[in-house]
């Protein structure tokens, strides 16, 4: 099928055979997308549905490799680090277009919510196709988020859904999809929600001096830490005789307080952030030809903080911060034979930040990326080559030198299948990945390091994975897959909170050498007609160590807040119209700086949610109802030093579909 459209089939009850027996809404971009080189991790909008998750961030959590900063609540800020490289290196894209940053580099995935997301997959290295973006050629790895397209049963035009969840810590959230056939080639998606949360939970401080005796060990109520927010998503969904285009209007809006970090018995702090994001994207993408395919991409953002300190302990801060993004790319693949394939995609990013702070230099950066890229396909081998070009050039108001750099990034994958009747492949790349420093990083004005030097990864990975499903019996699919890694970061810039939570202070560790493992399995078992269960398990190792100076007292430590050992589990139960959902995550052992000395060392953490949730139909609507209980056994724990997370907390969801 060379074909772009869309394909409709009905959907099973049973949503753990979705990835056998399901053809869901997808689009089928050419063949160019099923060339998995190097397998991906993914988690569909029916599991989405069943974890205890709120947002993008949440759910990450369950991926191998994956690191998340919480610092706790609703509203606390969420962001991810991919094999203890760094944000930085973690492409995430929404519904194909790069999300961006350009001021810290942090996409804060709390403002992401779950409820309109069909789809979220993890590539490690870079995605296997090669019809995208040439900037998505240089990341370490990436996240892809894509979220539901608009799919109706026969002689309805449209979808309806509410949903309504109260909880914990006062949260209020409610959200609707309206979801339109136009016409025959043409729907369209509305997708709205509210979020309000006093932010307030219980938590138990305890620390000790170095000599081992008790300084606080006490019970409060987390302060500051309420959330106001407005979500809302429009687009339209067009099909071409040979192609696709999609529309996309996002919008997000909060007022929330920043909890700040508990230290010296100060439980309240006076930190504030508004935020008022906005981005418009379009995607379009066309067969040409038998052999030619090109896509089109294109987005404007625009993003406005307004930060607040009112803390009498800290220096009174009433900044103003815009940024600006526009973004456009194009890529083209040409089948040079039906096993050969090639293309050559460009993109050009645009990216300015203003501020009404004093001597604010006023920033903007000019980003060209060429790509040049290969794949072979053939019977039992599968091979991809890539090279991108990343040409940055910075401009600013005042006397300072702006950053100019060009770096070649190339990368290499393989996949080798050795029997035609066995699921079993073997993998081995080996990348490049380069990534500038940001905005705040090289300007801000009681921070910024100007001097600071670009980060650059190499990366080098040997995996295997095997596959089975059975038509009948017990069992009915089993997956398994490993990879071990080694990367070396040269001149890795660390971000630490610096008082306050919006503000960072900026460290360059130099070198560091990664060695790792990841694990992922999934079973399902089919005991009888109406009972399904799934698992899914992960487990990940990594040794991060500092290698820049033999002289520093942390030398070959391992790195700030990177565990040795980490995992999760996912144990589903669905009972005809019923569903039960077990999550289980555990952190291993690690430390809050870089010197490994006792007094820096967290203790290993772990978390049990649960949900049980069932289905009903009245008339014509389709009723679902949810009750969920997070940290099941009330552990007190946090993931950032000194901001603690929520004890034991529940929520009760109602969804209606018409």
């Known amino acids: 099928m060379m074909a772009s459209m869309y394909l409709w089939a009905q959907q099973p009850q049973h949503n753990r055979l979705d990835s056998i027996l399901q053809l869901d809404v997808v689009y089928v971009s050419s063949r160019y997308n099923h060339k998995e080189v190097i397998p991906s991790q993914t988690l569909s909008g029916e599991q989405l549905e069943k974890l205890s998750a709120h947002s993008v961030a949440d759910a990450l959590r369950y991926f191998s490799g994956i690191q998340l900063k919480d610092y706790g609540g609703v509203g606390g800020i969420k962001t991810v680090n991919i094999r203890s490289m760094g944000t930085h290196h973690l492409g995430i894209s929404y519904d194909g ?5 350009a001021q810290n580099g942090q996409i804060d995935l709390g403002q992401f919510s779950l409820d309109n997301v069909e789809e979220i997959t993890l590539f490690n290295g870079q995605k296997s196709a090669l019809l995208q973006p040439a900037s998505d050629f240089g990341h370490a790895g990436a996240v892809y988020i894509r979220t539901r397209a608009p799919r109706f049963e026969e002689g309805k035009t449209n979808n309806i859904l509410f949903k309504a969840k109260y909880g914990s810590s006062d949260m209020l959230r409610l959200s609707t999809l309206w979801e339109q056939k136009l016409s025959t080639k043409v729907s369209s998606s509305l997708s709205a929600e509210v979020l309000t949360a006093s932010g307030k939970y219980k938590f138990r401080y305890r ?14 109520i987390r302060q500051n830490g309420d959330i106001w927010a407005v979500r809302a998503e429009g687009n339209l969904h067009g099909m071409l005789d040979e192609g696709f285009w999609k529309f996309k209007v996002y919008t997000y809006h909060s007022e929330r307080g920043i909890p700040g970090a508990i230290v010296n018995n100060v439980w309240r702090r006076g930190e504030r952030q508004a935020d008022h994001n906005f981005f418009t994207q379009g995607r379009w993408q066309q067969q040409l030809s038998d052999k030619l395919t090109t896509q089109a991409v294109a987005k404007y953002a625009y993003y406005h903080t307004h930060y607040v300190n009112r803390d009498t302990t800290q220096l009174m801060v009433d900044n103003t911060y815009k940024q600006q993004e526009l973004y456009f790319s194009t890529s083209n693949v040409y089948d040079f034979l039906r096993w050969w394939s090639a293309s050559l995609c460009y993109d050009f990013k645009w990216n300015k930040l203003d501020s009404d702070m004093r001597q604010f230099v006023e920033p903007q950066r000019y980003s060209n990326y060429l790509s040049l890229a290969t794949a072979m396909d053939l019977p039992r081998l599968k091979m991809q080559g890539s090279v991108l070009m990343t040409a940055v050039k910075d401009h600013t108001r005042k006397a ?10 190339p990368a290499v994958f393989v996949n080798y299948t050795p029997f035609e009747t066995c699921d079993l492949s073997f993998r081995a790349y080996a990348k490049k990945s380069f990534r500038m420093p940001t905005f705040n990083d090289l300007y801000y004005t009681d921070l910024g390091n100007a001097l600071l030097k670009p980060e650059s990864a190499l990366q080098y990975n040997v995996g295997v994975s095997f596959d089975h499903q059975w038509k009948q019996g017990l069992l009915r699919f089993f997956h398994i897959q490993t990879d071990t890694y080694y990367n070396s970061v040269h001149d890795k810039i660390v971000a630490y909170p610096k008082g306050q939570q919006f503000r960072w202070t900026m460290l360059n560790l130099g070198k560091v050498h990664i060695k790792g493992i990841d694990v992922e399995a999934e079973l399902t078992a089919v005991p009888t007609k109406d009972l399904f269960i799934t698992s899914r398990v992960q487990y990940t190792y990594q040794d991060a160590r500092d290698v820049t100076d033999p002289s520093d007292s942390y030398y070959r430590d391992q790195i700030p807040y990177i565990p040795w050992h980490s995992g999760s589990v996912i144990l589903n139960v669905q009972y005809k119209n019923w569903d039960l959902n077990y999550s289980f995550i555990y952190v291993g052992e690690r430390y809050n700086q870089q010197e490994n000395i006792k007094y820096n060392y967290m203790q290993p953490w772990y978390t049990s949610d649960v949900s049980l949730s069932r289905q009903f139909n009245v008339k014509n609507l389709q009723f679902r109802v949810m009750l969920e209980v997070n940290n099941l056994f009330s552990q007190d724990y946090d993931v ?3 901001y603690p997370m929520p004890k034991r907390n529940y929520g009760i969801t109602m969804e209606v579909k018409i």
């Open 640 to 642: 950032i030093l000194n």
């Open 207 to 220: 620390r000790k001096h170095q000599d081992g005796t008790t300084a606080y060990d006490t019970t409060a």
């Open 97 to 101: 277009i790069e999300l961006g940053n």
């Open 400 to 409: 300072v030198s702006p950053k100019s750099n060009t770096e070649y990034t």
